[in-house]
């Protein structure tokens, strides 16, 4: 029987958090198992174009995720493959990490999972996904070419996503449930110059219409002052109304708050000894991959001084 791969520490996820973990990790000495479940890179290997990571004016997500990627295996990180369910703390100070068929053991743990797209739970939805419903403008806004579609949220991801959208698409609906966007000026000004843009405020979806072969019809909104009901009738939806942690692999260590985000003081060490966690999964206010290398970094720090004693 092989014996179990062992860690000084074992990073959870290889977004820009993971990977800049495993880049000071790496570069102080320790052995470090990269483990992720999808390709590396995170939420920016959707994100078309990122304008705010200091250094790059403009550079796309998936070309910043391979260069934390290369920079973290030249490092000397060792890249794992594994959907990681289970973080186990063994009694002599080491940590069992269960991935289905695959385990390892590590002295320390970073928890970098980050956070998946939230759901409107709404009739249609469910059916409509992956077929005229989507989380994801970069990888299906080019089926919608010279189509009409809606993006569903005010933030920085629904803005920055319509305005993406409206370079390929006839016209963007953009329906918030407010009268006022969440987004960041910058991102609101751009929207509101754009012609293809149009906001419609105080409105949420409430059904998604499919035909009889099964395919996206329209989209039953309420406006929520009136309570009256109206169909829109486009070719599909973009929904961006914000995360959830992904902490499922936490349960019972008592380390989450009651929305599932990881709860971490300053050195972004939890309250079990050993387990540090960084980036989006944290219970933070700023979201951004700036925010998250820099979680990532002191995280990396403090699991290197903890190994230390
Ligand atoms: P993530 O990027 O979410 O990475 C977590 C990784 O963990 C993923 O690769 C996931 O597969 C992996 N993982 C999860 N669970 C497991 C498991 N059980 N086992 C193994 N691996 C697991 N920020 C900016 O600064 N500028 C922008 O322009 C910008 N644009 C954005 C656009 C969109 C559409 C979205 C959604 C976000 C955007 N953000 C932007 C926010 C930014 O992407 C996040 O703040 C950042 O990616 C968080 O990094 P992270 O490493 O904490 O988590
Ligand atoms: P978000 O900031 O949480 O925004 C979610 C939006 O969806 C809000 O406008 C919210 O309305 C709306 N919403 C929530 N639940 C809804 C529901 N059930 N029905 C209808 N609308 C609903 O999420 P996000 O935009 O995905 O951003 C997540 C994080 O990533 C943020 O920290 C963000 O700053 C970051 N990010 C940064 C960039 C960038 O820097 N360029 C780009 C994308 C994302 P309310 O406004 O009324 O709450």
Not at 21 to 42: D, K, S
């Amino acid at each position: 029987m092989n014996e179990m791969k062992k860690f000084d520490v074992a990073i959870i996820g290889a977004g820009p958090a993971g990977m800049t973990a495993a880049v000071y990790a790496a570069r102080a000495g320790l052995t470090v198992g990269l483990i992720e479940a999808g390709a590396p890179g995170g939420q920016m290997v959707n994100t078309f174009e990122i304008e705010n990571y200091t250094g790059f004016e403009s550079i796309t997500g998936p070309e910043l995720s391979m260069k934390m990627f290369d920079h973290a295996k030249v490092a000397g990180a060792e890249y794992v493959y594994g959907d990681v369910q289970k973080i186990v703390p063994q009694a002599d100070g080491m940590h069992l990490i269960e991935c289905g068929m695959n385990q390892f053991m590590a002295r320390s743990v970073i928890v970098a999972t980050g956070t998946k797209h939230r759901k409107l739970e709404i009739p249609g939805e469910a059916e409509l996904a992956g077929r005229g419903i989507s989380w994801c403008a970069v990888c299906d806004g080019a089926f919608f070419k010279g189509q009409e579609v809606v993006v569903i949220g005010g933030g920085n991801s629904a803005i920055e996503e319509a305005i993406y959208l409206s370079g390929l698409v006839s016209k963007v609906y953009v329906i918030h449930r407010r009268d006022r966007l969440r987004a960041d000026t910058v991102l609101q000004n751009r929207a509101f110059a754009d012609e293809k843009i149009e906001i419609i405020w105080d409105s949420v979806p409430t059904k998604f219409t499919v035909t009889e072969e099964g395919k996206f019809q329209s989209v039953t909104l309420k406006h929520l002052i009136s309570n009256e009901e109206t169909d829109l009738v486009v070719s599909g939806a973009f929904i961006y109304i914000g995360n959830d942690p992904v902490t499922h692999m936490l349960d019972g260590l008592g380390i989450t708050n009651d929305a599932g985000n990881v709860v971490a003081d300053g050195h972004m060490a939890t309250a079990v000894p050993g387990i540090f966690a960084a980036g989006d999964v944290l219970e933070k206010e700023l979201r951004q991959v700036v925010t998250a290398t820099s979680d990532g970094a002191i995280a990396a720090q403090s699991a290197h001084k903890y190994l230390e004693g």
